[in-house]
C-alpha cells in the first residue's frame, strides 16, 4: 500500500492495486463523522464504441446504455439494494457521466457492510428480459422530462453546435428510440468489458480503520473471480478542432430567452502533462472575468444583458474539452456577441502582478477548502486518476503559474473558430 502524503495541508491517502487489477483508495478523517464510499468505472455515455472483453473487433452499441446499466444494477433477483442501506441508515445513489458510471453511499455507521454491499451489487449483475423491458419505460419517462427543460436543452443543444461526430453530443440517456433497441445481452456485453475490476476504483473517506477496511476490501475481492482482460480499445470518431456550427436556435415554451457561448478545446490541449494547468487557467478566468464578483459579469449586468447570475460549465477530458458561459437574458443576440468580444479581447487584457496574486491566493484557499469535502474529493481524484493525472499536484502548478503561462494558455485557447453560441427561444406564434 502507497502513501500519498497531499501537499500543503499534510495529510495521508492511501492507495494500493489488488491483484485484479481493482485501485482502492483510503482517506481516513477520524474528525468527521461520517464516510463517503464511491465505486466507480472508467465508462461513461460516450464510450459506445469499443472492443468488447477479449476481442479485437470493434462493436456499437446503442446510445444511453452505460445510463441504462447504471439503473438496472440496483435491481437484484430478491429486491432492491437501496432498501439494504436505508435500513443501516445509509443514503445510496449513482450517476453516470460523459466519461464515469458511479455507485455511492454515505453513512454515519456500519461503514464495513456498507462497503461490503457496495461491492456485491457492483459486481453482481442480475439481468433479465422482463426486468429490461420494464426499465425502458422508466427512462423514456426521464428521457421526456429533460427534453422539457430549457436548461438541459441549452447545454446539449451547445454541445451539439461543437461538435459534428463526437458522442459527447448525445445526451447521456440517449434518445426514446435508442434505448428501446437494449437489449439483454447488449446490457451484459458492456458491463463485463467497462465493469472488470481493472477499469475500476474505490475509494473510502471518512471515519474508519484503515486495516479493518483494507482487510475487509482485500477479503472481498480474494473471494471473486474476473476473467483477465486487455486494454479497451474505444474509438470518439474523427472531430475537427473548429466547432461544427457557429450559432444554434431552440424553440420551446419559455417567457425568458436563454443563451449559451461554448468555446471547444482543441487536441492539443487535452495532453496529459497540460490538463491540470488547462483547467486550472479556465477556472481562473471564469472565476476572475465571469463569475458574480467578476468584471465581465458586472459590464453585462450593468448593460442590462444577463438576468441574475452566469451559468459557467467547464469539461476537460481526454478526447474533448469545453468551456460555457450562458444564462438567460433578454437580448439574446447583444448578449452573445458581447460575451464573445469578452473572450476574444481576452487575448489583449492584463492582468497586474498584484491582481494576479490576489487571483492564486483565492483558488489556493478553494482548493484546500475543497479537502474538507468528502464527496468532492473522492470524485476529484478518481476522475483524475481516470485521466492518469495525479490530483496532488494540482497545488503546486498553481504556486508555479504565472502571468506569462496564463497568457500563453489563453491566446492558444480561444479563438474565433472555436466559439459556438445555442439559444433557447420562447415559441414562436
Sequence with gaps: MKELTIPRINETIYQET???????????????????????TNYGSIDQKFTPLNSDEFTQVPDGIAHFLEHKMFEKEDGDVFQHFSER????????????????????????RNVETLLDFVQDP???????????????????????????????????????????????AGTVDSIYTITREDL????????HPSNMSLFVIGNFSLQEMAELVRNNQAKKEFA???????????????????????HMPVQT?????????????????????????????MDLYFSKSGKYFEELYNEGLVIETLRLESYMEKSFGVTMIG?????????????????????????????FSRMKKRKYGEL?????????????????????VDYRNIFETLENLTRDDMKKVIDGWIDQDQITVCMVLPEEE
Design 18 to 40: 489488488l491483484p485484479n487489477g481493482l485501485t482502492v483508495f483510503y482517506y481516513p478523517k477520524e474528525d468527521f463523522e461520517k464516510t463517503f464510499a464511491i465505486f466507480s
Design 89 to 112: 441508515g445509509a443514503s445510496a445513489n449513482a450517476f453516470t457521466s460523459f466519461t464515469q458510471t458511479a455507485y455511492l453511499f454515505s453513512s454515519t455507521e456500519d461503514e464495513e
Design 126 to 172: 442480475y439481468f433479465t428480459e422482463q426486468t429490461v423491458e420494464k426499465e425502458k419505460g422508466i427512462i423514456e419517462q426521464e428521457i421526456r422530462m429533460y427534453d422539457d427543460q430549457s436548461d438541459w436543452r441549452l447545454f446539449f443543444g451547445t454541445l451539439q453546435s461543437m461538435f459534428e461526430n463526437h458522442p459527447v453530443r448525445i445526451d447521456i
Design 188 to 195: 451484459y456485453l458492456c458491463y463485463e468489458t467497462f465493469y
Design 228 to 250: 483477465p482482460i486487455d486494454d479497451i480499445k474505444r474509438d470518439y470518431g474523427e472531430e475537427k478542432d473548429p466547432v461544427f456550427k457557429k450559432k444554434e436556435v431552440i
Design 257 to 285: 430567452p436563454k443563451c449559451m457561448v461554448g468555446i471547444k478545446d482543441k487536441k492539443e490541449h487535452l495532453q496529459t502533462s497540460e490538463l491540470l494547468k488547462n483547467e486550472l487557467v479556465r477556472e481562473l478566468v
Design 327 to 355: 444564462g438567460r437574458t433578454l437580448k439574446p443576440e447583444e448578449f452573445s456577441d458581447r460575451v464573445i468580444d469578452m473572450l476574444l479581447n481576452l487575448k489583449n487584457s492584463t492582468i497586474s502582478e498584484e491582481g
Design 368 to 388: 484546500i477548502r475543497d479537502f474538507n469535502e468528502l464527496e468532492g474529493t473522492a470524485n476529484q481524484i478518481i476522475h483524475y486518476h481516470d485521466l492518469s
